[in-house]
DNA sequence: CCAGACGTTGTT
DNA sequence: GTCTGG
DNA sequence: CCAGACGTTGTT
DNA sequence: GTCTGG
């Protein structure tokens, strides 16, 4: 299970960093352990200059009941061995549930980390993957639905992550799924209506290891109701040694100066691999 | 045609 | 809403 | 979030 | 009452 992320940038830098307003009404709750049912910033494709609070957990809107998706397959019945290698369609497309969302309701879900854990022990060992060299928050691959409650009539903006196989970190962790980040190029594609089927199936490959890291954090992640900064403490080495101070070191540096997102550096060389 | 499902990760 | 299975 | 389970023996 | 799965 992954299904947990993180968001602690301060709205006023998530604006800057992604060129959006929050919009009218929306508040950003900092929130280190995110998980169904909790609110997520997104920016859709409806409304690519604002960022808004959605549920992650996802209801197509004909449902009778929620459904809280926290994930979608990108490859959808393709690809069921989770070959990180696969490439072609996606067939996500293809499923009732997502095609239309797919189509035409993306998003970013705009997170500072994610946590995953082994296949085997889960949240009981969880991983923070995060970007290294300070680089900052970053957007997951969305797809969005608003749900009516049949008897309040109240609206549910929900929102689930596409998954794609594993990468190299998600590998290393020994989990065989990862989330899709979208690269920064393609963070406006994935919002542009026009794209191509091939095009967007090509965005939601596993994405590029190099310029992420991670390290194991305490398993008290486990309980939802659990937050806090402490949780994002380092228990262990990181998974690829590197010369960065990690995502916790940058959190406590930021408590104490103004927050400063640093200017993306060069991503080449990014992960320094010595074994 | 119509009723019923529509999904994930992880597990067996 | 749209696809699948009977 | 909420519906549904909530276990055993035996195996590693 | 509390944990798990979706």
Redesign the pocket.
Known sequence: ???RATIITPAADLEKRFNAAFIKGAVLNENVNI????KIPVITNEQPNHIQMFTL?YT??????????????SE??LNPENNPQYKGAMG?F???????AVKSQRCLVLVDAFI??P??E?LNKPYLVYPNRDRGPFALAGIYDTWQHPLTGELHHTVAIL?SAANRITQRIE???APVILSREDEEKWLNPDMSVAELSRMMEPFDSKGFNAYPISSKI?S?DANGLELLKPTGDKLFKDYDRCLYERLKYAEEDDYVIREERLVEGDQFVLF
């Open positions: 299970m992954c299904g998980s169904a049912g909790n957990g197509p809107k004909w449902a009778h009941k929620q459904t809280y998706m926290i994930n979608a397959r959808g019945d996500i293809n499923k009732p549930m997502f095609k239309h995953e854990g296949k085997q889960k998954t989990h065989h799924r486990k939802p």
